[in-house]
């Protein structure tokens, strides 16, 4: 029922409200059918859809967690091995209802959706051919977000930790990516994060991976196109979804029964769970306590009190009892090990970034950018599409290096 009623939300209500602001746009010589006909493509039926993408991540969500929420329960858990039904079964049961829950009302709203286009002469061919393609990516960043949490639901016995867990597995990667980031920026001097280099941390999270794609083709203002790069990372999810579905089957199996109403099902995997943590928060609590204070001592300070608080409450969530928080030192000591090391390998530049000067021969061309350098300029490319001015200057302002004894500079003007 909820989905339906967020597809009809996601689809047919957003169109119309769409083509009603669209309506008056054109009264206005603010735009025209061409403009609108791309935008009901990429906006409306294609994957630039913002709502569908909402819904999307919040399904995905619910339906992980209550698909699994069987295993939560002692009761459910010691009826459903009482009957004469194989692990695998149950789960493939389990797993399938969650994904037909999401696909069949997407894929009937769509078409509802398509023919409510085409009976305001805004769908072709072309429109077909992105929303079959949208559709698939859809089914795909879905898929890998609802196993994402099916995993975690695995993973633990408790629905509370499921979620908190859901929400560890589905952020950890790029907030790990960002953490390093700041400490590059921070302490190496030579370090420039190029704007379009904040794309790569969308890889390391498949809610932020659904959400750049739909940005991407949502930006799109003069055609409408469904693009390599985004089959390319379609492709990707779904190879990952594809390795965490078998990886979920298997763990399935393995599950001891015991485990419902436990934190974690598999006690091996509480210390990994725990550094894997820790770390990163150290690192953060570091770097917040190095800004406020200014000062070296404050990030050691920061570090040393991100793993004691990081420690206390993985260990009472794990245990579910505050005395807990007094024991298991053993991986708090190698977490804070190598939290201190990766540290160290910034704040000295162990890894010689900021030494590191390439021979005369390797270098063929250079730019300079600065914010403060006609800041107030607006780039588009052909396509309509915004292009950040330090971006367009790195790629089309290449003055030319050569040896005189030192290195010099040719300079080469670019008007833009």
Not at 44 to 49: D, K, L, P, S, V
Not at 98 to 103: D, E, R, T
Not at 114 to 127: D, F, Q, R, T
Not at 157 to 179: E, K, Q, R, T
Request: hydrophobic share 50%.
């Amino acid at each position: 029922a909820l989905s339906i009623l967020g597809f009809i939300f996601a689809f047919p209500v957003y169109a119309v409200l769409s083509l009603g602001r669209w309506a008056e746009r054109v009264s206005e010589n603010i735009t025209n059918a061409a403009g609108i006909y791309v935008a009901y493509g990429n906006k409306i039926i294609g994957i630039g859809n913002m709502p569908l993408i909402i819904l999307t991540v919040g399904l995905a969500v619910i339906n992980g967690l209550q698909g699994m929420a069987h295993l939560h329960s002692r009761k459910k858990t010691d009826m459903y091995n009482s009957t004469p039904v194989k692990r695998s079964v149950y789960f493939a049961v389990s797993y399938l209802n969650g994904f037909l829950i999401y696909a069949l009302p997407y894929l009937f709203f769509l078409i509802v959706t398509i023919i409510m286009g085409a009976a305001n002469g805004y769908v072709n061919g072309a429109s077909l051919e992105v929303a079959g393609a949208s559709y698939l990516t859809g089914i795909v960043m879905y898929l890998l977000i609802y196993t994402v949490v099916t995993l975690a639901g695995i993973l633990t016995g408790n629905i509370i930790v499921s979620i908190l867990g859901s929400a560890v597995l589905l952020a950890w990667g790029s907030a790990v990516y960002y953490i390093l980031n700041i400490y590059k920026t921070t302490f190496y001097m030579t370090y420039y994060a190029a704007p379009d280099s904040d794309d790569i941390i969308t890889y390391f999270s498949p809610v932020l991976c659904a959400m750049n794609l739909c940005s991407k083709m949502g930006e799109e203002r003069t055609y409408m196109q469904y693009t390599g790069w985004m089959a390319m990372t379609t492709l990707i999810c779904a190879f990952a979804a594809a390795v965490l579905v078998i990886l979920c089957a298997v763990l399935y199996k393995k599950r001891p029964a015991e485990a419902s109403g436990h934190a974690l099902a598999f006690e091996h995997t509480k210390p990994l769970i725990k550094v894997i943590i820790m770390i990163p928060v150290s690192l953060a609590a570091g770097q917040l306590f190095s800004d406020i204070g200014s000062d070296r001592g404050w990030m050691i300070f920061g570090i040393i009190a991100g793993l004691i608080i990081t420690h206390a409450v993985v260990e009472i969530i794990y245990e579910f009892d505050f005395r807990a928080a007094f024991r298991h030192f053993i991986s708090t000591g190698i977490a804070a090990v190598l939290a201190a090391f990766i540290a160290c390998f910034y704040i000295f530049d162990l890894g010689g970034y900021d030494s590191y000067v390439p021979d005369a021969s390797d270098v063929s061309y250079a730019a300079l950018t600065s914010d403060s350098l006609q800041s107030a300029i607006s780039i588009y490319d052909k396509n309509g599409s915004y292009v950040d001015t330090n971006t367009y200057r790195l790629n089309n302002m290449k003055p030319e290096l050569f040896m005189r004894g030192q290195f010099s500079l040719k300079i080469q003007v670019s008007v833009f």
